[in-house]
């Protein structure tokens, strides 16, 4: 059995890498200083797409939200996802004033609605050909 | 810019004829071979010949490098500019618009417009809409876009899967009228429920099918017109390409709930609809018949809210109650929409273009609408686009 699977991200930058076992991840998104416009993911070239003020400051996403909408994928989409199917993905509302495309997970789909609150994961998105496990943010419903 | 009045104030441009093939699977032919039966089966209709033309604007999707010009060549070379435009599923149309414009502005007196497109048979429909990490998430997938979207509609207005349904029903009811189309087949609102689920709430029967198909208009001054008999003109032709906040068809985060929680400008399809009725001096009362971009059947009802048609949310009660048949005070997709004919990307906003030049000039045969004097069509596009076309008799 081979030790050395490595965690690999899906994508650098998209998720805060804590530095001591009590921190937990945050998504790294971007706001705007000059309109107050939030960006996930943040916005690299430093150019905000609202007012097109090149002021921005990256900031660190809240890891609760509430569900915005919601699809349970019963197909398997072409070429590029290597994960479960059926799957399911949408969007996430958080406090600050963005919405957040993710995927689901940690629950029977079945369970899942509109207006939930639901918290960010870091969880396996798929191992690759050299059996790393690419890992993904995920949104995971909270249960009261 | 030019002013409304001065817009209005452009010379007339009238649509001479038209071409469309069936919309089917084109096992044995490529996009040029029945692409360029849609263009001289649209000179015929003209009475023109090749050497009429003076510009080309061809659409296409997925066909590749000088896509028109393999078309064009299959008819004639005369060393015409030919464009070839990419605007997704609003190629067509915004093809239409460049066309419409060189004439209204007298660069030209008479120009070729159309699109084509032979649907890529196996898995990759390569979309720029989305980053590669993206595509690795899965959010690609048009079909569970539109699918969030119909969460969303659902939650704010009450709409139902059987709401979605009757959209089915009602195109492919239409459909069966129209001998060009992939869908012949009426189907039943229980048929639609039961087929099966591809991204909840969209079942199977709630997506359009993939087709090929070519389409092509011949576009002109009123001196080149060689019939004076039923004129259909353009009235306007409108393209809106992407509001920050909100917008439609596909792109990341933008698509169907993905839009800013802050920032509300006007959505893409709604800017379009403005343009439309401020250019043109018409409002939503006056259109005869409409061809909504129906691609799964949430969208029409979208299609029909944006435009201004009545208020969001209001479209599945008008729907049930007849409004939208063809028999009833606005019909609309009376040729079965995207829903029975199929959907070619570079040539569906064209066949939309078609069906209202046919309705107008009373030769819509079993669909026809009596009466019918002033048509629109609204062609969505990833993008995104919204690319709205009035005609007028």
């Known amino acids: 059995m081979n030790s050395d699977k490595k965690r690999i991200p899906l994508k650098e930058g998209l998720w805060t890498i804590p530095s001591s ?38 900031i660190k996403l809240s890891r609760r939200g509430k569900i915005y909408s919601f699809t349970v994928v019963m197909i398997q989409p072409p070429v590029y996802y290597r994960g479960p199917v059926p799957y399911a993905f ?34 396996k998105l798929y ?18 | ?22 919309f ?23 009475e023109m010949v090749w050497g009429d033309i003076q510009a080309a604007f061809l659409g296409s999707v997925y066909q590749g490098t000088g896509s028109g010009h393999q078309a064009i060549s299959e008819v004639g070379l005369t060393g015409i500019p030919i464009i070839n435009v990419e605007n997704a599923c609003s190629s067509s149309t915004v093809a239409l618009r460049l066309a419409y414009q060189s004439v209204a502005t007298e660069l030209y007196d008479v120009c070729l417009a159309g699109g084509f497109e032979k649907m890529p048979r196996k898995g990759t429909f390569l979309s720029t809409a989305w980053r590669e990490w993206e595509r690795y998430m899965g959010f690609n997938v048009q079909l569970a876009n539109y699918a969030l979207g119909a969460q969303r509609y659902m939650e704010e207005y009450g709409a139902t899967e059987e709401d979605f349904a009757r959209v089915t029903v009602k195109n492919r009811k239409n459909g069966a009228l129209n001998p060009r189309a992939i869908f012949q087949k009426e189907v039943t609102i229980e048929e639609v429920l039961n087929s099966r689920m ?37 009235a306007t032709s409108v393209l809106t390409s992407g509001t920050y906040g909100l917008s439609g068809t596909g792109a990341g985060n933008e698509a169907y709930g993905g839009g800013s929680v802050k920032i509300h400008n006007i959505d893409v399809a709604e800017l379009a609809a403005k343009q439309a009725w401020e250019v043109s001096g018409y409002g939503p009362e006056d259109i005869d018949i409409f061809e909504a971009y129906d691609t799964m059947s949430p969208s029409e009802l979208w299609s029909i809210e944006d435009m201004g048609f009545c208020k969001k949310g209001e479209a599945p009660h008008l729907l049930r109650e007849g409004m939208f048949d063809i028999d009833g005070k606005l019909p609309v997709n009376t040729d079965g929409g995207l829903m029975s004919c199929g959907h070619p990307l570079g040539a569906t906003g064209g066949r939309q273009v078609c069906e209202i030049y046919w309705q107008l000039r009373e030769e819509a045969g079993p669909r026809q609408v009596a009466g019918a004097k002033i048509g629109m069509c609204h062609t969505k596009g990833a993008g995104p686009n919204s690319c709205v076309t009035i005609l007028k008799r």
């Open chain 1, 21 to 58: 076992p009590h921190e937990e991840p945050q998504l790294i998104g971007s706001k705007c200083l000059s309109c107050g416009e939030i960006f996930f993911p943040n916005k690299v070239k430093g150019r905000c797409i609202n007012c097109q003020g090149e002021n921005l400051e990256d």
């Open chain 1, 90 to 123: 949408g969007y996430v509302e958080l406090p600050e004033g963005v919405r957040v495309e993710t995927l689901f997970t940690g629950c029977d789909f079945e369970d899942l609605r509109i207006g939930m609150d639901a918290e960010l994961v870091i969880e």
């Open chain 1, 127 to 144: 191992a690759d050909d050299e059996n790393n496990e690419v890992m993904t943010y995920k949104f995971r419903p909270i249960k009261l």
């Open chain 2, 1 to 22: 810019m030019k002013t409304i009045s001065e817009l209005r104030g452009m010379r007339p441009v009238y649509i001479a004829g038209v071409g469309l093939t069936p």
């Open chain 2, 24 to 46: 089917r699977r084109y096992k044995d032919e490529e996009w040029y071979d029945f692409g360029s039966r849609a263009i001289l089966e649209a000179l015929k209709n003209a």
């Open chain 2, 198 to 234: 591809i991204a909840k709430p969209m079942h199977l029967l709630n997506c359009c099918p993939l087709a090929d198909g070519g389409v092509a208009y011949i576009v002109c001054s009123g001196d080149k017109l060689k019939s004076k008999n039923k004129k259909v003109a353009i």
